[in-house]
Nanobody, 125 residues
Framework: QVQLVESGGGLVQAGGSLRLSCAAS????????MGWFRQASGKEREFVAG????????RYAESVKDRFTISRDNAKNAVYLQMNSLKHEDTAVYYC?????WGSGDLSPGSFDSWGQGTQVPVSS
């Protein structure tokens, strides 16, 4: 079992930047692909970005491509999400999770597990 804890959220103005962190404990996440998801109020949870366990492969939602960057440091059991040029529509609770089968290409929430508790990112317009 792996436990994930997100941090780094907070109020930010549109156009600003934030870096989210996801710390893993227990059975380490280093052998698993990881992903970031977000859920805005009243909406379904959606995929934001994912990274393979070696970091060689990344995937992004179209809405965040060229603005967000996912990275990982397996030595620290951590995954990061650098968010630049934030927009009001990026406002959501952001979650990290472990991919069950990265190779399947399925990026739906059901293909991930070990969800963290989330960190809020309100973006003021």
């Amino acid at each position: 079992q792996v436990q994930l804890v997100e941090s780094g959220g907070g109020l930010v103005q549109a156009g600003g930047s934030l870096r989210l962190s996801c710390a893993a404990s227990g059975r380490t996440s280093s052998s698993f692909a990881m992903g970031w998801f977000r859920q805005a109020s009243g909406k379904e949870r959606e995929f934001v970005a994912g990274i393979s366990w070696r970091g060689a492969s990344t995937r992004y939602a179209e809405s965040v491509k060229d603005r967000f960057t996912i990275s990982r440091d397996n030595a620290k059991n951590a995954v990061y999400l650098q968010m630049n040029s934030l927009k009001h529509e990026d406002t959501a609770v952001y979650y990290c999770a472990r991919a069950r089968n990265w190779g399947s290409g399925d990026l739906s929430p059901g293909s991930f597990d070990s969800w963290g508790q989330g960190t809020q990112v309100p973006v003021s317009s």
